[in-house]
């Protein structure tokens, strides 16, 4: 049972180890001439990486039916950070409207059949990570096979069509369809890189089944053919690992250390493969065989499940071998450094009760690679010990999920602050239009105006009288008005020097003759005068117009204003955005407190372990204690028994 437990181990961390291989860029956008300024926009964002606002732009685009020339690309840009936000049911309606159809505008960009396959593989990827295989292998058959013409071959598919095969096949294994899976792997040339991770993802197949005859036959096939791949060393370490453990289990023991022996000292498997090494010796009673592996491993972290097991299987071959006291000690030292670890392993389970998980795991600097984004955050202090649970694409799916719901978090806070600003230029807006109601202002406007119609109103009618009257004179101008006045005045003064019995009719003659010739200059200059002031008063009255046409459009503005144009827009904004918060802090604590209580489930299960093995190590000390008291109390007996019969 113990070695099945490791093979299950082993080939549930690898089983899918090439999703890693397979190439995750993302196909890029045809080069395109922007005729909508909202799309470009839009995609500024986007190749600034700023999908959210990139999305906001584009769709706020479409509700004002900004796009007249772009709609049919929008959509696909759409999709496309649709599947980088993981929404894949959203992006595969989007792909599967538009890049199965024909162009329906003369601007849309045309896809060939390799972009439309990358968009195709990048969504099945996505649903096939999320385990929904069904759907996954649907998306990938949508995947043309149309095969391209390489340099000395012809008719061979390409790369990416082999990685979709590939990954059909993967996902037909583990819905148990073994010969469906072999067929699909066929359409898969002989030599390529995966034919090793299918074997290796076969022979996990047959671990899962308990099927070891089969499932050493297939690990045995993936370490052989990765013999003619360079730096493909780790899944090759891998296949020997899972191979030995599959000998174990059909107790062919000296086929597992010969497997165990081909994984290198480096690898990242090489604590199972040392301690596989070990139980495989110490199976057939090799027991100092078996020291040497184990010893090495016992030098290895504690945080491998491999150390904290041979903690245990050293002491006991060293007490097979007869060496009690190393036994005893190495049980001293299991025990101590189990309860160290339980320690370490209580204080980590507080802390992910009580700390934000922003503050336990790293994801501030996860990639934004369009669709490449799904990779392990940093490990550090508080998730060393969960790097196993990391590892699995569901706790890395609600990772991601945390973290972009904590970036739409942010960016709902700050349209919630728009919001406001938005909310005090309206209030600003209307309470100026309240001073011009309200304050009396325009009103003043009002009245300033017909107080000027009325100078003017007064004005053209005393000129019409004084044209009556004298019409050269009233309308002297310049020079001219001011001589006219100097000869009124002049004749006051003679008027009054006569009433004093002065003799002033030489003067008064003169003045009389000075008259005559100012009124011939008058009326010289009098049809002049005329157009001058007629022009004047024209050019009034239009300004006087235009001022009372003002005055109107404004009335017509304040009547108008009354009410905000924005403010219930503004208020339904504001209920959608409380809401959305609402929606949005409810779905982060359900998916924080997930993963909470992952992470808490997963410390609390390597705890419980460690104190298991602490109860073992325990065990054994009190029990070498008893074996080595009942050896000094039969020492003594044995001396006086000797004795006697002399």
Same mark, same amino acid.
């Given at each position: ?6 093979v ?5 961390t690898?089983r899918y180890?090439a ?9 890029a956008l ?6 909508d300024?909202r799309y ?5 964002h986007f ?8 999305l906001?732009?584009l769709?706020?685009?479409q509700?004002l ?6 709609q ?5 840009l759409?999709?496309g ?11 595969e309606?989007?792909f ?6 024909k162009?329906?505008h003369?601007d849309?960009i045309v896809?060939d059949?390799?972009q439309?396959n990358k968009?195709?593989?990048y ?5 096939y990570?999320?385990g929904?295989y069904?759907?996954?292998?649907k998306l990938l ?5 149309q ?11 390409s790369?990416?069509?082999i990685?979709a095969?590939?990954?059909q096949?993967?996902m037909l ?5 073994v ?6 792997m066929l &359409? %898969?040339p *002989?030599l390529s890189?995966?034919? @090793? =991770?299918? +074997?290796?993802? #076969? !022979?996990?197949?047959?671990? /899962?089944? $308990?099927q070891?005859s089969k499932?050493?036959e297939?690990f045995?096939?993936a ?10 060393q780790?899944?090759?370490d891998?296949?020997?690992?899972a191979?030995?453990?599959a ?6 023991y000296p086929?597992?250390?010969v497997a165990?022996?081909?994984?290198s ?8 493969a040392?301690l596989?090494?070990g ?6 009673e090799n027991y ?6 184990w010893?090495a491993?016992r ?6 499940? &491999? %150390?904290q *097991?041979?903690m245990?299987?050293? @002491? =006991?071959? +060293?007490?097979? #071998? !007869?060496?009690?006291?190393? /036994?005893l $000690?190495?049980?001293q030292?299991?025990?101590?450094s189990?309860?160290q670890e ?18 336990l795991?790293s994801?501030?600097g ?6 490449s984004?799904r990779e392990?955050p940093?490990?550090d202090?508080n998730t ?6 990391i590892a699995k ?6 990772l991601?999920?945390?973290y ?5 978090q ?11 600003n938005?909310?005090?230029?309206d209030? *600003?807006?209307q309470?100026?239009?309240?001073q ?10 009002q009245? $300033?105006?017909?107080?000027l119609l ?13 044209e ?14 001011e ?10 003064r ?16 003169l003045?009389?003759r000075?008259?005559?010739?100012l009124l011939?200059?008058s ?7 005329h157009?001058q ?6 050019a ?5 117009a ?21 403010q ?9 955005l409380?809401?959305?918060?609402v929606?949005?802090?409810?779905q982060l604590?359900?998916?924080s407190?997930t993963?909470r209580?992952?992470?808490?489930n ?6 419980q372990q460690?104190?298991?093995?602490l109860?073992r190590?325990?065990l ?10 009942y050896?000094?109390?039969s ?12």
């Amino acid at each position: 049972m113990k070695i099945i437990k490791l093979v299950k181990r082993i080939t549930k961390t690898v089983r899918y180890c090439a999703a890693g291989f397979l190439l995750s860029a993302p196909f890029a956008l045809q080069a395109e001439t922007v005729k909508d300024l909202r799309y470009g926009v839009a995609l500024y964002h986007f190749y600034q990486e700023d999908y959210f606002n990139a999305l906001l732009e584009l769709i706020s685009a479409q509700q004002l039916q900004a796009l007249p020339n772009h709609q049919t690309n929008a959509e696909l840009l759409k999709g496309g950070i649709s599947l980088s936000y993981g929404l894949d049911k959203q992006a595969e309606a989007i792909f599967s409207r538009l890049l199965s159809a024909k162009p329906a505008h003369a601007d849309t960009i045309v896809l060939d059949e390799q972009q439309k396959n990358k968009a195709w593989f990048y969504l099945g990827k996505l649903v096939y990570q999320q385990g929904d295989y069904p759907r996954a292998i649907k998306l990938l058959d949508y995947i043309s096979q149309q095969k391209t013409s390489g340099f000395f071959t012809s008719d061979q598919p390409s790369s990416l069509q082999i990685q979709a095969q590939y990954l059909q096949a993967t996902m037909l294994l583990a819905q148990g369809d073994v010969a469906q899976s072999r067929q699909t792997m066929l &359409a %898969v040339p *002989e030599l390529s890189i995966y034919w @090793p =991770y299918y +074997y290796f993802n #076969l !022979g996990s197949a047959y671990a /899962a089944q $308990q099927q070891w005859s089969k499932a050493s036959e297939a690990f045995e096939q993936a370490q052989r053919l990765m013999l003619g791949h360079e730096g493909e060393q780790a899944l090759r370490d891998k296949a020997n690992t899972a191979a030995g453990y599959a000998y174990m289990a059909q107790q062919n023991y000296p086929k597992a250390v010969v497997a165990f022996r081909r994984v290198s000292l480096n690898s990242l498997v090489v604590d199972k493969a040392l301690l596989g090494y070990g139980l495989a010796e110490s199976e057939r009673e090799n027991y100092q065989q078996a020291l040497a592996p184990w010893q090495a491993l016992r030098k290895q972290s504690l945080l491998l499940p &491999a %150390v904290q *097991e041979v903690m245990l299987a050293l @002491p =006991y071959a +060293y007490e097979q #071998l !007869g060496g009690l006291t190393e /036994a005893l $000690q190495e049980y001293q030292q299991a025990a101590q450094s189990y309860q160290q670890e339980i320690s370490k392993l209580s204080e980590a389970i507080t802390l992910f009760s009580e700390q934000p998980l922003g503050q336990l795991f790293s994801l501030t600097g996860l990639n934004q690679s369009w669709l490449s984004k799904r990779e392990l955050p940093p490990i550090d202090n508080n998730t060393i010990y969960i790097t196993h649970l990391i590892a699995k694409h569901s706790f890395q799916a609600k990772l991601r999920d945390y973290y972009d719901l904590t970036v739409l978090q942010k960016n709902v806070l700050e349209m919630t602050a728009r919001h406001e600003n938005l909310l005090a230029v309206d209030n *600003e807006q209307q309470h100026y239009w309240q001073q011009l109601t309200e304050g009396g202002q325009l009103r003043k406007y009002q009245n $300033q105006y017909q107080q000027l119609l009325q100078l003017r109103k007064t004005l053209a009618e005393k000129l019409q009288q004084a044209e009556a009257a004298d019409p050269a004179r009233s309308l002297a101008q310049g020079d001219d008005f001011e001589l006219w006045r100097r000869v009124d005045q002049a004749y006051g003064r003679i008027a009054h020097l006569s009433q004093q019995g002065q003799n002033l009719n030489t003067e008064q003659a003169l003045l009389s003759r000075y008259e005559d010739i100012l009124l011939w200059r008058s009326e010289e200059r009098y049809a002049d005068n005329h157009w001058q002031l007629n022009k004047a008063i024209a050019a009034l009255d239009t300004h006087l117009a235009v001022t009372q046409n003002t005055i109107d459009n404004l009335q017509a503005a304040v009547n108008g204003k009354s009410q905000s144009l924005f403010q219930s827009r503004l208020q339904q904004l504001q209920q959608r955005l409380v809401q959305q918060q609402v929606q949005i802090d409810k779905q982060l604590a359900i998916t924080s407190e997930t993963i909470r209580i992952s992470a808490i489930n997963e410390l609390t299960q390597q705890k419980q372990q460690l104190q298991k093995y602490l109860a073992r190590a325990t065990l054994a000390v009190a029990r070498l204690y008893d074996l080595g008291s009942y050896q000094q109390a039969s020492q003594p007996a044995a001396q006086q028994s000797g004795v006697g019969d002399e």
